[in-house]
């Protein structure tokens, strides 16, 4: 035994394990802080420390008194383009959510002022998302009909964006942003892809002129409604609309082909709602079908918090409104956040920005406004449009208030096809065909839970199919878990190197000797797995071997844990009944360069002092090496 | 560029991905048949696989051909005494389930035959459980109370049986045994020591002799009932029990110090109730406080598919009772016989193993059975007692059909206060407080998770015992999948190793290179993790330098995804966009080892073009190498 030892060229730290604390700490910062937020404010002198304190809870005392007039201006653009946004996005997502279109525009005046002072993303621009408008008709709708009874419907609304901005804020404070990892781009892309084919199809009410449709949101309900209500179609509306939808799809490719072109993209909606708004007004198009969205007052955000209603009766509808969408809109805002502070090499906190978004929607509640996040054309037109810092958003928002007290009425005479198109045209952007193609060709799972996720929504229920879909997702999560990769290793020729004989046929495998290279962590959910899986792989190797002439008996199994990145006691107890079987087979057992964690687990359950130190290697190369001369002493005929 | 390609000594293999079939094939076989049990079948002639096709189904055309009477010695004697044990366990919990002893003893008597003709383990010994026993009468008891109206109680607990039989076949037939893996070993010992708490403490009104009781289950209230009723306590019952329950571990005491001395505490149980019953019956024990079982019927089990009852008020709790009781029976019958399989190097297909349970459940709810499984306590007795095979099955049902026919009415003067005794001492031993500790010292999280099994059954209710420890356990499976470790790696002086930093500090990190392995499979759930993780490491490692003398940037991030299982679409876009901030920030990036899955992807999804196939390396010290080479172009006068 002592000659195997003194040929192992390289130590293993056999160093008894960390103190209980220090791991519970790290695990602990791992789990919650993995971006370090606090690392700035080590070696800094106590005032400063409460500078930066405040500067890093609210980012604008951090880029204000840098600001420049030269940024200004990039600004001043950026944000006028997303307020000329604001206006017909605003107004046509409230349709969708069944609120007065008003309610649209107060929420592109309030949230944005939050978002600019606690928000930490430069380019985000801050609007109401379709999505989320339509969750939040399909759940409260259910209850109250926003026809029958708008008023309460709308402190219905109010409601829930008070649950979602607390939801929000609590999930910040929490550090539990991870939970919003957990929705995964599939899910994101089939989700999306669903509720604009949905939305889409609503859309045919406002481009016939239609008067009666379907409170059903599903696919099939909406078509049969379009069909069944045939014969309120006005040929007039629809050319309209026809004419809109093309113009919009029109700059869009033209901003797409040409980034010059890009500013006509930005303003063709609101251009689409003057022209409109201006035409219908002209030849009154009310007499010829062609409906309008009537009475807007004049005026900035009342207050809303009177109207906050927490009556047990619709408790549980305003929370699940309020909940899911509070996730979809992190989903979508958080993800967006990410990406363009990537282009720009920034780096942004996601949990300090949900609790950004619910702050934003804590008082969007409180002052007459819906759901709000970052959505994802906004913002690629702030970021397009020049957008240096939050100060667009507060550009935009001036912009609004404006627009509320002095323009309002003029948006009156909107018509309602015009905003169907726009609609229209914005959810078309979201289907995303070639996102799908990719996932199906790079992994057909992924494709299965973007699918399940898109005709789960488009064909029972927006949340039907999230949940589908998130289910998919978890159990997908769960199967990597409880099935994990093992693979038998060779030497690759020339060289130390041990590799998958699966992925490089040309690596050899040493006779007598079974190389298994383990993934993932070892614990309850695959411990079974791995155990019956390491004894098929020593029977298929024996097979293998009885049936060609040479009689070479596996007498090595040689366990490489390089991957394995932690295991818990079922898992330890596993290796330790394997050994012993193995042992009672007449098969040594050896583990190879188990990581920190692994091995202080396995000092500490004492399986190290089972196993034997000398069995312990820190390469292949070595526990390979040690097992040759082993099996040399035992047939010295045989030169291996 | 060419140079660095040439300097790379060994081939990473870009093969083509494979076909989808092959790798939805081996999945699916991956997932379902982890075990390859038909791997028999290969290369065999029609009529030979017919055969073993029949035997690899029906286990006892397997071993009974080759059965030999030298084996028939050691099964007649473990059969005897097991069915020793199994008279008073029998009836010991059918009391706990709060049904008629006599089900207890015809719950011995078909099951095992069963069992004995489909199931693959041979140390196994069949019979019924307590925790189950008791979880039946929480569950149903809650519905119908088992006093008043014991005849429904009863037919409810052969349905939840039924219910169980066919949850455990279809898990079986589905191969979904899987499933039965998440119950941690953890979990198991956390909660059959808070039954075994909770049961003792149920076992005071026997010992005290008392007449009422509560109804509920948790430790507070049966142990505030049982001062309550404080006027009841009869002291010859204590005193009795105490006799008994001495007696009953000190056999147990000398049987696990002295292997010679084994059946002693094999038979103890039965000979308790034998002096208990001769004693109450001369000394005319009712008159003195000392209850006794009263009616047990002549006959074996008459048919009782007739009271199944699916009655919809009763199902559901019946449905509860069923498939909770199914998954516990399962985790204890299959990790037990597995155990004992190991112990002789035999295998045990754990599907195959659940029909048979479901088989002998379904067959058993038939035949005025209920709930049985392999529990631990009879299977070791069984194995200790030199069981060769399941005939010592037959034999125990043979012996208990004997004792039903001829001997049952005898038993009808057992004392409750002698199986009492006999299940306080049965639960004593189920309480591993070694166990327990072991788990504090080697994994803290295991030993909360043991905990909450502990304190939610013994002080909540089974149920929500149980649920919070799974949820625990699974909540600890998706932490392990949302923060997989990462670390950084040195060289190991003299060699070509690269190890983590931090486990061993004499590792030599490269200047101007940070080296990172990451662990486990990246995506959606930890690829936000992975990505700030990235990060921080190179400002961890750039502000390190900024603070030394040298000015050293990071120049080369190389990621070594020797860990990394697989990958999913989210994955890959990270580190698409990871790779895209880096090279803006002039650091390359390059990847170690992807091994074949992830390979796969990252060629389908185009990663590996975008990298170039010169920036992925088989080993670390190739990359190292190549990467000091282009450093040392850029800076020919820095020798690094």
């Not at 220090?22 to 400063?48: A, C, Y």
Request: with cysteine.
């Amino acid at each position: 035994m002592t000659s195997e030892i003194s040929h192992q060229q390289h130590k293993v730290s056999f160093s008894s394990p960390r103190g209980f604390l220090t791991t519970f700490k790290s695990d602990l910062k791992e789990t919650f802080l993995p971006d370090d937020p606090f690392s700035q404010f080590h070696d800094e002198k106590p005032h400063h420390r409460l500078r930066k304190g405040i500067q890093y809870f609210i980012p604008i005392f951090k880029w204000l008194p840098n600001y420049k007039f030269s940024m200004f201006r990039f600004d001043l653009l950026a944000g006028i383009t997303i307020a000329s946004l604001a206006i017909p996005q605003g107004i046509s997502y409230a349709k969708l959510a069944k609120i007065p279109p008003i309610i649209g525009l107060y929420s592109s005046f309030v949230p944005p002022f939050v978002y600019a002072v606690f928000g930490d993303s430069k380019h985000l621009a801050v609007g109401t998302v379709a999505a989320c408008s339509v969750f939040i008709a399909e759940t409260i709708g259910n209850l109250v009909s926003p026809h029958d009874d708008p008023a309460l419907y709308l402190h219905l609304v109010f409601t829930a964006t008070f649950v979602s901005g607390i939801t929000q804020a609590a999930l910040g404070f929490l550090r539990l942003g991870i939970l919003v990892d957990f929705l995964s781009h599939s899910t994101i892309t089939g989700f999306m892809g669903g509720t604009a084919i949905l939305i889409c199809l609503q859309q045919l009410k406002g481009f016939f002129g239609m008067k009666h449709f379907t409170k059903n949101t599903d696919a099939v309900s909406v078509f049969r409604a379009v069909f069944a209500y045939k014969h309120e179609w006005r040929w007039e509306s629809a050319v309209a609309g026809i004419i809109f939808l093309i113009f919009l799809q029109f700059t869009r490719y033209l901003g797409s082909r040409k980034p010059k072109l890009f500013f006509i993209s930005a303003v063709s909606p609101i251009l689409v709602v003057i022209v409109g708004g201006v035409f219908a007004y002209l030849i009154h198009g009310q007499d010829h079908g062609i409906e309008i969205v009537g009475e807007l007052k004049k005026g900035i955000n009342p207050p809303s918090i009177q109207y906050l209603n927490f009556d047990s009766k619709y408790i549980p509808a305003v929370i699940k409104a309020g909940t899911v969408t509070s996730f979809i809109a992190l989903a979508e805002g958080i993800a967006i956040g990410r990406s363009f502070a990537n282009l720009k090499n920034d780096q942004v906190d996601g949990n300090k920005e949900i609790i950004a978004f619910g702050l934003m929607n804590l008082v969007g509640s409180f002052t007459s406004c819906y759901l709000t996040t970052g959505p994802f054309s906004k913002t690629a037109v702030n970021y397009n449009a020049g957008a240096k810092t939050a100060m667009s958003n507060i550009v935009m928002a001036v912009c609004m208030g404006l627009t509320l007290v002095f323009l309002a009425p003029l948006f009156s005479h909107t018509p309602i096809v015009a905003l169907s198109a726009v609609i229209f045209s914005a959810m078309l952007g979201l289907i995303k065909y070639d996102h799908a193609i990719h996932l199906f060709k790079v992994d057909k799972f992924d494709f299965c839970i973007c699918l399940s996720a898109f005709f789960g929504v488009a064909f029972i229920t927006m949340d039907m199919g999230l949940m589908i879909s998130v289910g998919l997702s978890l159990l997908r999560a769960l199967l990597y878990v409880a099935r994990p990769a093992t693979c038998k290793l060779g030497k690759v020729p020339n060289s130390t190197l041990y590799r998958d004989t699966e992925q490089y046929p040309g690596v050899a495998a040493i006779p007598g000797m079974l190389v298994l290279q383990l993934g993932s962590p070892i614990y309850f959910a695959n411990s079974n797995y791995i155990r019956e899986r390491i004894l098929r792989w020593i029977r298929d190797e024996q097979s293998k071997f009885s049936n060609s002439e040479e009689d070479i008996k596996i007498e090595h199994v040689l366990l490489d844990l390089t991957g394995v990145s932690t295991i818990d006691v079922t898992g330890i107890e596993t290796l330790i009944e394997l050994r012993r079987t193995l042992e009672g087979r007449g098969i040594k057992v050896a583990i190879i360069n188990p990581n920190l964690k692994v091995m202080e687990k396995l000092i500490a359950s004492h399986f190290i002092d089972k196993i034997g130190k000398e069995n312990v290697y820190l390469s292949v190369g070595d526990a390979v090496d040690c097992c040759k001369l082993s099996l040399q002493k035992l047939k010295p005929n045989d030169a291996v």
